[in-house]
């Protein structure tokens, strides 16, 4: 399964749902960068994805989005490919 990276806070309802989706999907161990704890992480997220919104999701490579873009990616089938890519 490809590693998921996921830039999140620890007060974000749509981080938690985009990790509930995640493990519903199969996915057992995603990476969680916490940007309120560390602010230069923040800095990096948002030159990496220009964007300032949690959760900011990258699967392998791949750039989702947010919980947003993930679920709408989930409903085209276009999010199991992505996880079982290498």
């Known amino acids: 399964m490809a590693k998921v990276t996921m830039y999140s806070t620890g ?3 749509f981080c938690v749902r ?3 989706l995640l493990k519903q999907r199969g996915v057992a161990d995603i990476d969680k960068i916490r940007i309120d704890l560390d602010p230069a992480q923040r ?3 948002m030159e990496r994805t ?3 919104t949690v ?3 990258y699967i392998g ?3 989702v989005g947010g919980y947003d ?3 709408a990616l989930d409903r ?3 999010l199991m490919p992505l996880l079982q890519a290498e």
């Open 69 to 71: 873009e993930l679920a």
């Open 76 to 78: 085209a089938d276009g």
């Open 18 to 20: 985009a990790e509930m």
């Open 11 to 13: 007060v974000c309802p």
């Open 50 to 52: 220009g964007r300032r």
């Open 61 to 63: 490579d791949t750039h």
């Open 43 to 45: 800095a990096i997220m």
């Open 55 to 57: 959760p900011q999701i």
